[in-house]
């Protein structure tokens, strides 16, 4: 129960129906609500207002506004109570609440309270907290958006992007030393936000030694008592961790990305998702910086409240008629106050019979609550999903009651929206998952094909790649054809939607063919095309070609999951080109030992010999496999 208003300033004035109906409409919203008296102690608080305040009710009650959110919010507040008792308006503004490590965003919205005789006797404030869904679509976005950029800058927006939307003090890539074992150098770090410059560090008694190679790890708290030996985490401030391993496509360890933090560990769920997501990409762009290195060594070596919430409500009389409403009921409905207030609830809820209604009444008479989700009907015509709760209050000894009504249209949008997104994540960990394990261009596509075109777009659907000449377009093998069509599977650059996608390498999006100049029709049925382009090392090499048999089948979110989709196989077909380049330059220097009419060996000082010629057979008599490895000590 939240606590009654105990300050004589205010009590004593708020009595009666007064007293039930301002606490009953409080203890109905969502949002956190509390009262300030002129002193600014903060005299009442509903349940809501203590994750606001982030304490116990007994520990807000008579408490300063400044002692429970500090000086500079309580400012913020004071300023828009000065804009209250000048105006006699309400106030509002986004302020930023910090506790536990976490910050929240909430709208404010402070109004003047006055009493019976129109005296100003405090100020009221209602909460609510935009955070929650800001986080999940940025994160969302920042994500499924892919980023054409490869090494240093795609590793520093990973760690730059981990460190926002995680809410962590440092994100780091780092990757085995290639030079000491055991040991790891860092690739990107970045720290309060600023990316800072690169690290040496071994693995021995630190929390990444059991994250390399192995599983996802997280030590939510005390990670400086849990590894005394590890001096970083205290040159750092670190108190929590969490890690997660990178692999190459052939499941050795390359190296890991960690998220550190001064505080206890913030967000772990969602930290944890994002890095599984984050490390099929980071993994990808790893291993293909890795194979560069690699082919580079190798040709080295040979490259107010009531009227301000945004709840809507309405007093009933113990018939169900409305007898009040809010500002925001008259702006939910269309109606003004006047025409409201006398209507029955079937006027503008066309779905609630007579005997819910009934039944309604007497529960109310009993004292319970009642919940439901309808669709309410505005002035004029249109209807709209509400969340409806209804409490009993006593008004001049009657029993009536208090009709909390919140639009749920966005709240149902969001959660389409998320789950959608959620869809999206799943699809590119899929995608992911066939990058890293594909062994030719010719598979990833194939499978990434079939992925599409079961999951999300079931029309005609795949990939065309560009021919040796630049000039046409030739359909892969695993392109999906619903229904037999006229059409060679070779288009020319110079048309269609898909040669336009080429030409500009820019995405086309088309939600009616039958309007757009370009439009080349293969299949009768289609409608709508979108034609995303794929590239690799900043050139075209491709496009794939999704059409839909509905108008505007399309969104921009569609596009966006495709463009990250090609962003993750550009990076793993760069990476299979590169390891074809190493193979073919190592390829090149054997043909040409070879060839020497002398014995020739290729030795490292560690590994030994690497590669003798076989003129070692026709001296010797000894195969020339059998002395690979061999060395001198």
Known sequence: MPHKVRSATVSDDIRGQELNLLQAVMESTIDACFVTDLTGKCVYCNAAGAYFFGRPLPEIIEQDIEQLLGPETAGILNELDRQVAATDQAAAKEILVAGSGVSRVYQVTRSPYRDAQGMLRGTIGIARELTKPLEAEETIRQIAAGNSTTGKDFLHSVVSHLCRACSVDVAFIGVLSTEIPQTIDTLAVCQHGRLIGNFQYALHDTPCENVVGTKVCFYPTGVRELFPHDTRPVQLGVDSYMGIPLFSSSGAPLGLIALLNSQPFPLPERSQTMLGIVAARAGAELERVLVEKQLRASEARYRSFVEHTSDAFFVHDPHGKVIDVNQQACTLLGFPRDELVGLMPFAYDPSLTSDELKSGLAQLD????????????????????????????????????????????????????????????????????????????????????????????????????????????????????????????????????????????????????????????????????????????????????????????????????????????????????????????????????????????????????????????????????????????
């Open 366 to 633: 009993q004292g319970q609550k009642l919940r439901r989700e309808t669709r309410l009907r505005r002035r004029d015509g249109t209807e709209f999903p509400v969340q409806v709760q209804v409490s009993p209050i006593f008004l001049g000894g009657n029993r009536c009651a208090i009709a909390t009504v919140q639009d749920v249209s966005e709240r149902q949008q969001v959660e389409t929206t998320l789950k959608r997104h959620l869809f999206e994540l799943t699809v590119l960990n899929l995608v992911g998952t066939i990058c890293s394990a594909g062994k030719s261009a010719d598979d990833i596509l194939s499978r990434t094909t079939h992925l599409i075109a079961e999951s999300l777009y079931p029309d005609n659907c795949g990939f065309m790649l560009l021919d040796e000449s630049g000039q046409v377009l030739t359909q892969h093998e695993s392109f999906v054809l619903t229904a037999p069509v006229r059409f060679s599977g070779d288009i020319s650059v110079n048309v269609g939607l898909v040669g336009k996608a080429i030409r500009t390498g820019r995405p086309i999006r088309i939600g009616n063919v039958r309007h757009d100049p370009d439009y080349l029709e293969v299949d009768s049925r289609t409608h709508s095309e979108m034609c995303i382009p794929l590239h690799t090392r900043g050139e075209v090499i491709g496009v794939i070609n999704i059409e839909s048999s509905r108008l505007d089948a399309f969104s921009e979110a569609d596009e966006r999951l495709i463009v990250a989709v090609l962003d993750l196989l550009g990076t793993s077909l760069e990476r299979l080109r590169t390891e074809q380049a190493l193979h073919e330059s190592e390829s090149r220097f054997r043909r040409l030992v070879d060839a020497i009419p002398q014995i020739v060996w290729v030795a490292e000082k560690d590994s030994g010999i690497l590669h003798l010629n076989q003129k070692i057979s026709e001296y010797s008599g000894i195969v020339a496999d059998q002395l690979t490895g061999w060395r001198w000590d």
